[in-house]
């Protein structure tokens, strides 16, 4: 009987021309990318809040200057 070769098995992941990319290393990828999208959202939504704050401050009405109105007898002349 001829002798049997084994073929190698294949890895599991993304199996390109040259190279391959494991599953792991795809999963790590995906993992840090989510992550860095949550902490900046988080971080917008901070920023905006602030930014909103401000402008409430900028515009609040004791900040805002006095308008001399008229006198209702000044009116009626």
Not at 17 to 37: D, K, Q, V, W
Not at 44 to 51: I, P
């Given at each position: 009987m001829?002798?049997i070769?084994?073929?190698?098995?294949?890895?599991?992941?993304?199996?390109?021309?040259?190279?391959?990319?494991?599953?792991?290393?795809?999963?790590?990828i995906?993992?840090?990318?989510?992550?860095m999208?949550?902490?900046?959202?988080?971080?917008?939504?901070?920023?905006?809040?602030?930014?909103?704050?401000?402008?409430?401050e900028l515009?609040?009405g004791?900040?805002?200057?006095?308008?001399p109105f008229?006198?209702?007898?000044e009116?009626?002349?």
């Amino acid at each position: 009987m001829p002798p049997i070769t084994q073929k190698p098995t294949p890895t599991p992941g993304l199996n390109l021309l040259l190279f391959s990319i494991p599953n792991s290393l795809l999963l790590e990828i995906g993992t840090a990318s989510i992550l860095m999208l949550l902490t900046t959202g988080n971080v917008t939504v901070k920023a905006l809040e602030s930014l909103g704050q401000a402008s409430e401050e900028l515009f609040r009405g004791d900040r805002l200057p006095i308008l001399p109105f008229p006198d209702d007898n000044e009116l009626n002349t």
